[in-house]
């Protein structure tokens, strides 16, 4: 028993530990997002690239006008911070001609050459150097020379050692910069295109709401000739693809004079198959005899409509909501064919994420945080609806 058990835990840890890295490498994409639209533009571009938004830490330093960046440099053997007074310091590695394996660093204004003598170094003729090392000047050959930066202890300046800086790490603390979300949406029209958007979604919601809930009720519960063939020819229109319509709408659009107007984002689009089919299939489960009961109480059909269907159809009016939601609030196609992209008063939040992208094609921290703003509304909509769609496929209509 005691082995079984043993097996079942192992089952399920496995299964737990295999959920989490799958949901964690889902989730990667998103973190990245939303950590680099709080970065600076410069920490965008860091290599290797960090996960969370950090800024180098600087400090007033006496004798300079400006904070100087605090880096960790290899000093005497430790990992100590100093501070960087100058970025471009020309150097050349030297070595002398029988130990070309022992190089030495030397500022290259600092090094003289000695006087006339010269080496073969390479199959060349090279000048030599007068090279000081441990008090005795020794002739090398420059092998090399680079730029290394100077770094100075901000206690003693007169105590400096140069490094690559490339390669040195800078002295860092988390940051985080709100403002990025502040500046995407003053000054770069994201705050009309949000308001547009979130007019748009709520009146397509509302619009399908009520089409699909009369039209499924009539499907469901009114007997009238050609019903079931009307249903059919009109769920057939959900296998008709966009690409084929949407040549033929513009036309409508155009001829109506609803083009680069919000009514061609909205009016179209409150009638839909789907949701007609998935409340009609809803409705039927409905026992008859509640709703025969309504109709000998003098109930009219919209009463019985509105106090017995629609209470007990949450899941089914919370599941259309959410998919109609991320469908107009993510619709970009459509919108880029009807709404011009200069028409900042019409454009939607997809549209003005596309011109920002161009816009700030050297800020990625600014065109991540317009995404965000674009995607965190469908997040939260869809984290709150989710439960209803297990219950809108299980649930018979009624709950005890």
Do not use: C
Not at 42 to 64: C, H, N, W
Not at 97 to 117: F, H, W
Not at 130 to 150: C, F, K, Q, S, Y
Not at 217 to 228: E, I, S, T, V
């Amino acid at each position: 028993m005691s082995t079984y058990r043993i097996g079942i835990f192992l089952r399920n840890l496995l299964l737990y530990i295999t959920l989490t890295f799958f949901a964690f490498a889902m989730l990667f994409p998103f973190l990245v997002m939303v950590f680099t639209s709080l970065k600076e533009a410069s920490d965008s571009y860091r290599f290797p690239p960090k996960l969370l938004p950090r800024a180098p830490i600087t400090m007033a330093v006496e004798g300079y006008d400006e904070e100087l960046p605090l880096y960790f440099v290899d000093f005497e053997g430790s990992q100590e911070e100093f501070v960087l007074v100058e970025k471009t310091v020309k150097v050349g590695e030297y070595a002398a001609p029988d130990q070309l394996d022992m190089t030495y660093i030397r500022e290259l204004e600092l090094v003289t050459e000695t006087s006339g003598a010269t080496t073969i170094y390479e199959d060349e003729e090279v000048p030599l150097y007068d090279i000081t090392v441990d008090g005795e000047v020794v002739p090398m050959v420059r092998v090399d020379r680079t730029a290394l930066g100077r770094f100075a202890n901000p206690d003693d300046l007169s105590v400096t050692i140069l490094q690559n800086l490339r390669s040195s790490e800078p002295v860092e603390r988390l940051t985080w910069h709100p403002e990025n979300y502040t500046e995407v949406v003053n000054l770069h029209g994201m705050d009309r295109a949000l308001t547009n958007t979130a007019l748009v979604t709520i009146l397509v919601v509302l619009g399908q709401l009520v089409t699909s809930v009369l039209g499924g009720y009539a499907f469901a519960r009114l007997k009238f000739p050609g019903r079931d063939s009307l249903f059919v020819i009109y769920l057939g229109t959900i296998m008709i693809p966009f690409v084929v319509v949407i040549t033929p709408l513009y036309k409508l659009m155009i001829l109506i004079g609803w083009v680069d107007k919000l009514a061609a984002l909205i009016i179209p689009w409150i009638f839909t198959a789907y949701g007609t089919f998935l409340m009609r299939q809803f409705f039927i489960t409905f026992p008859k005899e509640i709703e025969e009961a309504a109709v000998l109480d003098g109930a009219s059909r919209l009463q019985i409509l509105w106090t017995i269907f629609l209470p007990a159809s949450t899941p089914a009016l919370a599941t259309l909501s959410t998919f109609t939601f991320l469908y107009a609030w993510n619709s970009f196609f459509w919108p880029l064919v009807v709404i011009n992209t200069g028409n900042e008063a019409n454009r939607v939040l997809t549209l003005a994420v596309s011109v920002l992208g161009g816009r700030a094609m050297d800020a990625p921290n600014l065109v991540l945080a317009g995404a965000a703003i674009a995607v965190l509304p469908p997040v939260i909509i869809y984290i709150f609806g989710q439960r209803y769609f297990v219950e809108s496929s299980s649930s018979s209509g009624l709950k005890g």
